[in-house]
């Protein structure tokens, strides 16, 4: 079966969670994916269901680096590769200006925090102290006490624009893209491997993956519910560049419009189904394989199928998601 | 009974830390509490710990709030909240700044890359916005060191009251404590320290119009029980590095030991560990921690309670075997 991960959001249930993951390394799935957003701390979920799974990797899609410094993530790091026997994926994304809102912190050269990020926690993975001075972020002598299980646990990066996928060429051992056509793939790739050319790295050696948004209902009222959360986007800047640079310009300036007059409906109406076609999976799974083909072709290793739908049923779509058969 | 606890280092290995915590457990322990320093993530191990144990508490002791956004902390902490059913305590303190680093793991600004900033200030915003979160409600939130603004969590807290406590050791922080923690977490002071630090957190709860009597106070105590040649070392050379940090200087003072600190003090300085060791008397160890015959610890602990330390935290500087030998013994005698 050709590698395919499966990823949550924040905030479902943890009995809901083990059922989810367990069924998932059962019907083997590569990668289970925890975002976090303004839910459960994801790596700490992760620690929480390392001990009842045993194959499956388990990895952050994605966490923000301005949450935690860049120690505690490698503290964080060594601490699941122990708990999880070297399954974890630490995936790592520069958030919003919402940030500063949410967080309390400034979103402040996100692209420099994340090269001093990565560069700060593999180099401490190796257990020496590490003084690093960068142009966004330094410490100086943070040392693990703890040995790692695996110096080189692997790390990815969220990437949305070529200038960010560049840079996980360079850095990271892996790139995660969201909300992108399997065009838009094709399109940011070359970046990947600039970047990789750029450190004397093989772009081969860096793992592609890409969250896409599935709703295995679609009635009238699942699609609506998929072009309600594709709409969202429109409210985030950096999301709406990139959907608006992947053709769907008219949907992201329509969807704005109507959210900032409050006007829900109207956001989800402006929505295509062109645009949630190529961008989405819907209705039954049998019918998805084609689509995670088309983003085989465009050069992802692993598509990452992301659920959606409302919170009533999302249990039930989320065991339907799962009961896709993979190619 | 005895309220009992028992704290970890975040060095030892997982498998270590579950035979730990579960004999803990077995032993009637109330609660297991992890530091965190520069070794494992305590929220992301007490997850784990949380699906091998069933009923003992579980806390972080302590988790620096500088590692970690306001906003993150109350995320883990309900993480970890779900996955022990209930069972977590969330103990945050603010670490040591670059200008008081001396010997240890180093500072906040060298470790972790961010500035030693507002410690009070900072540790009263990070409270009152976890306590928010908590809540659930959209939280706008004006501090003098952090500010949020229409920040909700999208996952209902399975316990919106979590449990936290402080780390605090001088007059301010101490008060701090006494007007908004659930309790607090001591380190290494004696009982007389205690007994004189005690009408901060009077006056801290009388601002905070709160029942001082209702606050927890747990203080966690270096142990080395005589039979272990490793935990007596450790326990020494532990107290002789503390007598080169400044709050700790000044309670050495206070229990007559001026003369002593200052050579240890210069010792530790320019790296003589050894001598600094030797030259560390009995009388200032015991002061602060527990040593020689367990059997004798009863009449110790009791000079902890009548000061007013409900929670003693037993904290064995040893390996494994010894530290599960340790647990028997304590759950015996206690």
Same mark, same amino acid.
């Given at each position: ?9 924040? %905030? +479902?249930?943890? #009995?809901? !969670? ?35 799974? #045993?194959?499956?990797?388990?990895? #952050? ?7 935690? #410094?860049?120690? /505690?993530?490698?503290?964080?790091? +060594? ?33 420099? !925090? $994340?090269?001093?990020?990565?560069? +700060? ?35 990815? !990066? ?33 970046? /990947? ?35 309600? %959360? ?60 084609? /689509? ?25 779509? $989320?065991?339907?998601?799962?009961? +896709?058969? /993979?190619? | ?92 303190? *603010? ?7 001396? =010997?240890?793991?180093?500072?906040? &600004?060298?470790? @972790? ?36 603004? &229409? ?56 601002? =905070?119009?709160?029942? @001082? ?12 029980? =005589? ?57 200032? *160890?015991?002061? *602060? ?46």
């Amino acid at each position: 079966m050709a590698r395919t991960g499966f990823a949550i959001g924040g %905030q +479902i249930p943890r #009995t809901d !969670v083990i059922e989810l993951v367990q069924t998932a390394e059962r019907r083997g799935f590569e990668t289970f994916w925890f975002t976090e957003g303004s839910g459960k701390d994801a790596l700490t979920q992760i620690a929480g269901v390392g001990p009842l799974t #045993t194959k499956i990797k388990l990895g #952050t899609g994605i966490v923000i680096h301005y949450t935690r #410094t860049p120690s /505690l993530l490698t503290m964080t790091l +060594i601490t699941l590769d122990e708990i999880t026997n070297n399954r974890v994926i630490l995936g790592l994304g520069t958030g919003s200006p919402k940030v500063k809102d949410n967080h309390g912190v400034p979103f402040e050269k996100p692209l420099g !925090v $994340m090269r001093d990020y990565v560069t +700060i926690i593999k180099s401490a993975l190796k257990g020496g102290p590490v003084s690093h001075n960068g142009k966004s972020y330094s410490i100086n002598g943070f040392q693990l006490g703890f040995p790692a299980p695996r110096p080189n646990a692997p790390i990815y !990066v969220a990437a949305l624009n070529p200038s960010i996928t560049q840079l996980a060429g360079e850095v990271a051992d892996g790139v995660i893209f969201y909300v992108m056509t399997p065009d838009a793939v094709k399109e940011v790739l070359p970046y /990947l491997k600039l970047g990789a050319e750029k450190a004397g790295r093989k772009v081969s050696d860096i793992a592609v993956t890409c969250f896409i948004l599935a709703n295995p209902d679609d009635s009238q009222e699942g699609i609506h519910s998929l072009k309600l %959360q594709l709409s969202g986007f429109a409210a985030s800047p950096p999301y709406k560049r990139r959907l608006s640079e992947s053709g769907f310009s008219k949907e992201m300036e329509g969807a704005a419009k109507a959210l900032a007059n409050g006007d829900l409906n109207g956001a989800a109406n402006a929505i295509s189904d062109r645009m949630a076609e190529s961008i989405a999976f819907i209705g039954d799974p049998s019918k998805w394989n084609d /689509l995670i083909n088309k983003y085989r072709a465009a050069g992802v290793d692993e598509p990452i199928i992301f659920p959606t739908g409302t919170s009533q049923q999302s249990m039930q779509l $989320m065991r339907k998601a799962l009961s +896709i058969d /993979l190619e | 009974m005895l309220r009992l606890a028992y704290l970890a280092d975040g060095h030892l290995p997982l498998e270590a830390l579950i035979s730990l915590a579960k004999a803990c457990e077995e032993s009637k322990y109330e609660s297991f509490f992890l530091n965190e320093g520069n070794t494992k993530d305590a929220f992301a191990t007490l997850s784990a710990l949380g699906t091998k144990t069933k009923s003992i508490g579980l806390g972080t002791g302590i988790a620096i709030i500088y590692s970690r956004t306001p906003t993150m902390i109350a995320m883990s902490a309900v993480a970890v909240d779900e996955a022990t059913e209930k069972r977590l305590i969330l103990g945050l303190g *603010v670490g040591r700044g670059a200008g008081s680093s001396t =010997g240890f793991n180093g500072s906040i &600004e060298n470790m @972790y890359g961010v500035p030693f900033k507002m410690p009070l200030a900072s540790m009263r915003d990070y409270i009152n916005i976890i306590r928010q979160i908590l809540k659930g409600n959209s939280v706008n939130y004006q501090g003098e060191a952090y500010s949020l603004k &229409e920040f909700k969590f999208n996952f209902p807290s399975v316990r919106t009251d979590i449990p936290i406590y402080m780390a605090a050791q001088g007059p301010k922080m101490v008060a701090l404590a006494g007007e908004i923690a659930n309790g607090i977490l001591f380190a290494s002071v004696s009982p007389s320290y205690i007994t004189e630090i005690m009408p901060w957190l009077i006056d801290g709860a009388k601002i =905070g119009k709160r029942d @001082y009597t209702r606050i927890d106070l747990g203080c966690n105590i270096l142990t080395a029980p =005589g039979w272990s040649q490793e935990a007596t070392y450790r326990v020494w050379k532990a107290v002789a590095q503390r007598c080169s940090m400044p709050h700790y200087q000044k309670m050495f003072e206070q229990l007559g030991f001026s003369k002593e600190i200052k050579l240890i003090a210069q010792l530790v300085n320019i790296g003589d560990m050894q001598t600094a060791i030797d030259s560390t008397p009995m009388e200032l *160890v015991e002061s *602060v921690a527990l040593i020689g015959d367990p059997k004798l610890w009863t009449e110790r602990l009791e000079d902890y309670k009548k000061a007013g330390i409900k929670l003693p935290v037993i904290r064995p500087m040893t390996n494994l075997i010894e530290s599960l030998r340790l647990i028997k013994e304590t759950s015996d005698i206690f």
